[in-house]
């Protein structure tokens, strides 16, 4: 048995909500929303099935779970998320669900029992997933207190004509629509336990297709799946210099690298070259630290980031402290094309949650500066809590005209600018110009060759190896030197050897030609 199946069939029995015990204490109610916030929930505000869920694992992290386990496949026609957090009363749950207008998480406190930072600040994260499914069950309880806390909520009623949902008569203030129902009890539990169990239940059609992916094993047209791998493994297959794209990963693989990416879970085995990985140490080690680990249908979520470079890299720190706004990460930049493409761009970390995913646009950088670097480079940076000032109620964007966003951006699109000329110099210009002497030595050596064939001796001229010395003054007087005392033919040798100093290829091929062609003569 596969560590999923273990873990899908531990979860079996508690998956259907059986009638309440004779003892609990029933309740039931309406979820109404503010008008503030109505509009976003109905749009469409989480764009895939991955950004709802990494709500409920935020949530998760937020609860100070050290583990998270989700289960999806293999039908997902229901999806579970278990965390071992501090889990929620009753109490909790109705103050916040009767009126979802705002997060109550940070009223008394920025960061939970243990530390961590609360992600969590607007209050609508949980009811995001009105848009993977109809109804959504929990079941939680909280260290400390002596109840287990069951309750369904029926997300189908949002889907009702919104007049008959209007609740602005209660005049509440800016409380307007109901958004569902809910449904629950009250049992006891023994003190100490605390976990929070959701279930997502009736998943619908659209959201089920792209959970569940491929089958177990199979590709679907050609797609391969990281459904039950070990860390290492995805490792293997995220670092194969053909894969160009995560999209050649089946959907279910895809919406795990996308909630990989997004919460706080800990940096992949060996995910940037060696050179450089002491540098990021620091980054490496808050997540760490933070112990949080997800299992995604029993495979162990790590950050997708997986960066390699055979041909040459580099790694720029960043750290930038403003008036505004702080932040510190790191730039790398690699010779030839990022791939997969996901990773090419600037990530932002606030609070160790990710804002959206790689942003190509480096913050409306020119699009024309170094444009062929800009290909080259990921970058990773963490901003501080200032930034989330700046950030919209999607958690997607962020609001270009915010002081905090405009000085960051400054900040880098001055430090991206240094990377890409750095970029060039090291891998383009330098690169070229040996292409450029070692096509032109080729070229001499065909000189060579023809000359022989035909019983001409032209002199072996040394070869500087340092690229780009030819104009120096010493060597200069060498050459000086050298041809006063040689032959005719030698300084024909000479004069291939500047050639290929100075001439384009194509320019040096011609002249190398006609140098043959007239000792041939
Ligand atoms: N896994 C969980 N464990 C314990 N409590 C939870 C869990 N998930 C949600 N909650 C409670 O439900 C509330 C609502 O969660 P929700 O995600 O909607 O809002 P939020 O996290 O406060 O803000 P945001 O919308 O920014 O995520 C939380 O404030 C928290 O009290
Ligand atoms: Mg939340």
Redesign the pocket.
């Known amino acids: 048995m596969t560590d999923a199946e273990s873990l899908a069939n531990g979860f079996v029995d508690s998956i259907d909500l059986e009638a309440p015990p004779s003892d609990a204490e029933l309740f039931d109610g309406e979820i109404t929303v503010a008008s503030r916030i109505v509009d976003f929930l109905s749009s469409g505000l989480y764009e895939s099935p991955a950004a709802c869920l990494k709500?409920?694992i935020?949530?998760s992290y937020?609860a100070d779970a050290k583990k998270v386990e989700v289960l999806v496949k293999p039908e997902a026609d229901q999806i579970v998320i278990s965390d071992d957090g501090i889990g929620l009363t009753r109490d909790e749950f109705v103050t916040h669900f009767k009126r979802v207008s705002e997060?109550h998480?940070r009223d008394h406190r920025s960061k939970t029992p243990s530390g961590r930072p609360l992600?969590?600040?607007?209050?609508?994260?949980?009811i995001a997933a009105n848009e993977l499914c109809d109804a959504m069950e929990i079941t939680s309880t909280k260290k400390g207190h002596p109840e287990k806390l069951r309750v369904t909520i029926n997300f189908a009623a949002m889907r009702e004509d919104p007049t008959g949902r209007d609740r602005r008569e209660n005049g509440d203030d800016g409380i307007a629509f109901k958004k569902g129902d809910f449904e629950g009890w009250v049992e006891t539990a023994p003190k100490s336990h605390h976990y929070t169990r959701i279930f997502l239940r009736r998943i619908t059609d659209s959201a089920r297709k792209i959970f569940v992916g491929a089958p177990r094993g199979v590709m679907t047209a050609g797609r391969d799946s990281l459904y039950g791998l070990s860390p290492d493994s995805v490792v293997k297959k995220l670092e194969k210099p053909n894969l160009r794209s995560w999209s050649e990963f089946d959907e279910y693989s895809q919406t795990m690298l996308e909630v990989g990416l997004n919460v706080p879970v800990r940096y992949a085995p060996n995910w940037i070259p060696r050179d450089v990985r002491s540098r990021v140490a620091d980054l490496e080690r808050e997540v760490d630290e933070a112990d949080f680990t997800l299992f995604y249908d029993g495979t162990d979520v790590r950050k997708p980031t997986v960066l390699r470079a055979p041909e040459g890299h580099f790694l720029r720190r960043f750290s930038f402290d403003g008036e505004a706004v702080s932040a510190r990460g790191y730039f790398f930049a690699k010779r030839k094309v990022l791939h997969p493409q996901e990773l090419n761009g600037l990530l932002i970390r606030i609070r160790r949650a990710a804002v959206a995913d790689y942003d190509g646009g480096w913050m409306d950088f020119s699009a024309t500066e170094n444009r062929l670097f800009q290909d080259w480079v990921s970058a990773e940076i963490w901003a501080d809590d200032r930034l989330e000032d700046a950030l919209n109620i999607d958690r997607r964007t962020l609001r270009v005209t915010h002081p905090a966003y405009v000085e960051l951006q400054a900040a880098v699109h001055e430090q991206l600018s240094d990377v890409l000329k750095e970029a060039r110099d090291l891998f383009y210009t330098q690169r070229s110009k040996t292409r450029r002497v070692s096509q032109a030595r080729e070229q001499i050596d065909r000189v060579h060759e023809i000359a022989s064939d035909h019983g001409v001796r032209l002199p072996r001229v040394q070869r500087s190896n340092q690229l780009g010395s030819g104009s120096e003054p010493d060597e200069k007087r060498a050459i000086r030197r050298a041809v006063a005392k040689m032959t005719v033919s030698e300084v024909y040798g000479i004069a291939l050897e500047v050639a290929q100093e100075e001439l384009s290829p194509k320019q040096y091929q011609k002249f190398a030609s006609a140098l043959a062609a007239r000792l041939l003569k």
């Open positions: 709500e409920l935020n949530n937020d997060s998480k992600v969590g600040r607007i209050g609508i994260g949980l």
